[in-house]
């Protein structure tokens, strides 16, 4: 018996060298590739600090927004992903455009923070909406020091579920609602002492 082919769909890179192109994506619970309205928002708000940086995509799932910053000139982007499937599937795509400058690990992200030792300029931090990890992974992004000191942590919840306070030692740079998916950026905030 031959195996099935995993079903899924596609997401498609907006803007940047590889705009347009168009990438398959796994049928897998819980993943939920940030769409096309919401990722332009982003990017323009981004459009100036992801030239040259260096960018970490925690839950990378569909990889939309790793490899958006890499097609807009990202010099590094770390993909983490969990799932083994999709883990091998974001490599795949990484191959299919060429993207030297990803680079995927199957490793989950709560772990991984623990002993993380490198910092990013750019963060962006979408895990799936029915785990509530977003406030506990923010405060341990702060508290790990991954974030560069002029960087930005973009953090995207369901707003219908998941209110989200803004902890100490965060400033809110922007913040947006479309639909039901809610959205921003945060800097940290130089501590005192």
């Known amino acids: 018996m031959a195996a099935r082919r995993a079903r899924g769909g596609q997401v498609r890179i907006i803007g940047g060298d590889w705009r347009g192109r168009k990438l398959p994506v796994l049928d897998a619970p819980g993943l939920r590739p940030t769409g096309d309205r919401v990722r332009e928002t982003l990017f323009n708000w981004l459009q100036f600090r992801i030239p040259g940086a260096r960018v970490l995509d925690l839950f990378a799932g569909s990889g939309a927004l790793g490899f958006e910053a890499a097609s807009r000139g990202a010099c590094e982007v770390f993909m983490l992903e969990r799932d ?13 455009l060429g993207a030297d400058a990803v680079r995927v690990q199957n490793r989950d992200a709560l772990q991984w923070l623990e002993c993380a030792k490198t910092s990013f300029d750019v963060i962006f931090l979408d895990p799936p909406f029915d785990a509530g990890l977003l406030t506990q992974v923010i405060e341990s992004v702060r508290d790990n020091g991954i974030i560069a000191p002029a960087g930005c942590l973009y953090f995207e919840f369901d707003a219908k579920r998941e209110p989200l306070a803004v902890e100490q030692g965060w400033r809110v740079l922007k913040r947006k609602m479309v639909g039901q998916v809610g959205f921003g950026l945060l800097e940290p905030v130089a501590s005192a002492g």
């Open 84 to 96: 083994a499937r999709i883990a091998n599937q974001l490599r795949e795509n990484a191959e299919r």
